[in-house]
């Protein structure tokens, strides 16, 4: 019995739908070919069989999903997740030496259990460096990601990769695993690697990135567990059969040798590592990840775009993001990106919900008020959930933007009343957090100042990844306010000096001079032999700072947190400065235990400023 199709539906032949409709926009033409090929049960109306497998398109939106989960790991995440799969390499290389003593150097049963290893760390989910040529490079290509960002991953992986392999290494040469003839034949293995010319290394090691590159395509092309074992069992077995090398077997084989005293450590790396090191990159990248990313259509990843919006990177960000600019990007971004301009004071102010978070904005315009060109930017960051499809219609992009900016016209209007330059944009993220310190860095912020509690996203935090690192290398200076009803006519600015002291005192002196804030400063000594000591210090202090009609406190309780708490009892605002690095991530993880942050009753503002990092911490981070 045959079904009434709809009018729009109809059509006379099993031709596509875009060859009688050639004036159809893409997005068209797949609806109709969906609505034609489907019948009233679900099943395609034409064609033999019901597709099985993912377009290519499809596998690419998957593994540039997965890249963004690996670029914005954590660097313990990632090291120890190396370190795991450098170890599992280990059993590779045992299993591949004691076959090949067991029977005798056969070409084909001595490799049998080669992949072991691998299928350990595939299916496992742990980091491997050639298996990360492909899903970062994809996310890098899409200029979603940058090349700093790129290499710093790189760089994790392989460090963890070689030093679980050294460990491996050791295990073998001291842990009395192989017997006589296993550990000859483990000696010969290694010996072959470095014996083999630089050129040789290098082409067989292209080759071997090339299949394990490939793998990861085919793995994210499958659709069970089954298929990805056999695809990773049978191409791996390929690197031993075509007696080919990938780079952390090799750095495994070759410490063996240097353990065994066959073989300098120079020697090795260069002559034997390095080439094989080179090959397996360019032929991961070049062979398969590009090779696979030309093959897609140009819209294979439409949460790039987010219908029309531009979520890539510009070239330079692209290029040097991570150090100065992005690294990744968010869903949305209205903000419109300005020029260096060292006359403007610039300061970010993110808000979660315009309609109740009216005082942080009246804080930031008073201090707005206190400098010349200074402009206030209030960025909505709208918080989408982690597993929400990136793939809207522009329809609800744009519901999304307009929206918010009917939100934040509030905002606008309050600014207006102190006569400061206001801006206002909307950004869409999955990462509220993140979204914070990408602003600040985009906009070349001067200040931010950030509103604390349970209604904001950026509260929870300590959920997302990357936060130690974020908040261990500050854009800017940071105000986070925990408001109690925010008044700011009675100040209390507890100091024992430092950078982030001297923050507390430019806000102070701002609510002095615009607001006439009464000022109180605090200093806590260890006993009463010192009180004249810490007087002396307290009142060069603020007369350094311009806050010379401030009330000058000096406690000689030795308890600063006690000391703190009780002169808070007469005060509406607290000013903490960081008495040491790390105040912001250690509130956003929870671990932050001061009583005057959580217990007194006014409201607490914590003022912290960047501190300066080599080029090194930037890219490995604190361990």
């Known amino acids: 019995m045959s079904e009434r199709n709809p009018p729009d539906q109809r059509r006379t032949d099993h031709a596509p739908a875009?060859?009688?409709?050639?004036?159809?926009?893409?997005?068209?033409?797949?609806?109709?070919?969906?609505?034609?090929?489907?019948?009233?049960?679900?099943?395609?109306?034409?064609?033999?069989?019901?597709?099985?497998?993912?377009?290519?398109?499809?596998?690419?939106?998957?593994?540039?999903?997965?890249?963004?989960?690996?670029?914005?790991?954590?660097?313990?995440?990632?090291?120890?997740?190396?370190?795991?799969?450098?170890?599992?390499?280990t059993i590779t290389f045992l299993l591949y030496a004691t076959l090949t003593a067991s029977t005798d150097g056969h070409p084909i049963l001595s490799k049998l259990l080669y992949p072991l290893g691998f299928i350990y760390i595939i299916i496992g989910g742990y980091q491997l460096y050639t298996e990360n040529t492909l899903p970062p490079v994809a996310l890098t290509l899409e200029r979603l990601a940058s090349i700093p960002a790129l290499l710093r991953h790189w760089t994790i992986v392989l460090a963890g990769n070689f030093t679980g392999g050294a460990l491996g290494a050791v295990a073998l040469s001291y842990g009395g695993v192989f017997d006589e003839s296993a550990s000859e034949a483990a000696t010969d293995l290694a010996r072959h690697g470095v014996e083999t010319p630089w050129w040789t290394l290098f082409s067989k090691a292209a080759f071997a990135g090339l299949i394990v590159a490939g793998v990861v395509w085919i793995v994210y092309a499958s659709r069970d567990t089954i298929s990805r074992l056999v695809v990773v069992y049978m191409a791996?077995?390929?690197?031993?059969?075509?007696?080919?090398?990938?780079?952390?077997?090799?750095?495994?084989?070759?410490?063996?040798?240097?353990?065994?005293?066959?073989?300098?450590?120079?020697?090795?790396?260069?002559?034997?590592?390095?080439?094989?090191?080179?090959?397996?990159?360019?032929?991961?990248?070049?062979?398969?990840?590009?090779?696979?990313?030309?093959?897609?259509?140009?819209?294979?990843?439409?949460?790039?775009?987010?219908?029309?919006?531009?979520?890539?990177?510009?070239?330079?960000?692209?290029?040097?993001?991570?150090?100065?600019?992005?690294?990744?990007?968010?869903?949305?971004?209205?903000?419109?990106?300005?020029?260096?301009?060292?006359?403007?004071?610039?300061?970010?102010?993110?808000?979660?919900?315009?309609?109740?978070?009216?005082?942080?904005?009246?804080?930031?315009?008073?201090?707005?008020?206190?400098?010349?060109?200074?402009?206030?930017?209030?960025?909505?960051?709208?918080?989408?959930?982690?597993?929400?499809?990136?793939?809207?219609?522009?329809?609800?992009?744009?519901?999304?933007?307009?929206?918010?900016?009917?939100r934040m016209a509030a905002v606008r209007e309050r600014a207006d009343a102190y006569d400061v330059d206001c801006e206002t944009s909307t950004v869409v993220s999955h990462r509220s957090f993140e979204d914070v310190f990408a602003t600040a860095e985009r906009e070349r912020s001067d200040l931010v100042l950030l509103g604390w509690g349970n209604d904001r996203p950026w509260s929870s935090g300590r959920a997302e990844r990357r936060i130690s690192e974020l908040t261990s290398n500050l854009p800017c200076d940071f105000l986070i306010l925990k408001d109690h009803g925010l008044d700011t006519s009675r100040v209390l600015l507890p100091t024992a000096g430092g950078p982030d002291s001297d923050l507390s005192a430019e806000v102070a002196r701002t609510l002095q001079a615009k607001t006439a804030a009464d000022v109180a400063l605090l200093h806590v000594v260890a006993g009463p032999d010192d009180r004249e000591t810490g007087e002396q210090f307290l009142a060069e202090w603020a007369a350094e700072r311009g806050l010379e009609d401030a009330e000058l406190v000096v406690d000689?309780?030795?308890?600063?947190?006690?000391?703190?708490?009780?002169?808070?009892?007469d005060r509406s605002l607290v000013m903490l400065g960081a008495t040491e690095e790390g105040v912001i991530s250690r509130l956003m993880s929870d671990s932050l235990h001061m009583d005057v942050v959580n217990e007194v009753e006014s409201s607490v503002l914590l003022a912290e400023r960047p501190s300066k990092r080599t080029v090194v911490e930037r890219l490995f981070g604190h361990w």
């Open 236 to 406: 791996f077995l390929a690197i031993p059969l075509g007696d080919l090398f990938h780079v952390v077997v090799s750095f495994t084989e070759m410490v063996y040798l240097i353990l065994g005293g066959e073989l300098a450590l120079v020697t090795g790396l260069y002559g034997f590592v390095l080439p094989v090191l080179l090959g397996n990159t360019i032929g991961g990248i070049v062979l398969v990840t590009v090779v696979n990313y030309f093959q897609t259509s140009e819209r294979r990843l439409e949460s790039a775009r987010f219908e029309g919006a531009n979520r890539q990177l510009s070239i330079g960000e692209w290029i040097f993001g991570g150090y100065a600019g992005r690294s990744y990007v968010p869903l949305i971004n209205t903000a419109e990106i300005h020029g260096a301009d060292e006359n403007t004071y610039r300061i970010l102010v993110p808000i979660a919900n315009p309609r109740t978070e009216s005082a942080i904005v009246d804080f930031a315009c008073t201090l707005a008020s206190g400098r010349e060109n200074a402009v206030v930017h209030a960025v909505h960051i709208v918080q989408m959930p982690g597993q929400t499809s990136m793939r809207y219609g522009a329809g609800q992009t744009e519901r999304i933007v307009a929206e918010s900016e009917e």
């Open 18 to 89: 875009e060859r009688q409709r050639p004036d159809r926009d893409p997005p068209e033409q797949e609806q109709v070919r969906e609505a034609v090929e489907r019948s009233r049960s679900g099943a395609p109306a034409v064609g033999a069989v019901v597709r099985d497998r993912f377009s290519s398109d499809e596998i690419f939106q998957r593994i540039v999903a997965a890249a963004d989960e690996e670029v914005t790991s954590g660097n313990r995440e990632l090291f120890f997740s190396g370190l795991a799969a450098g170890f599992a390499i």
């Open 556 to 569: 000689d309780s030795g308890d600063v947190e006690d000391a703190i708490c009780r002169a808070a009892a």
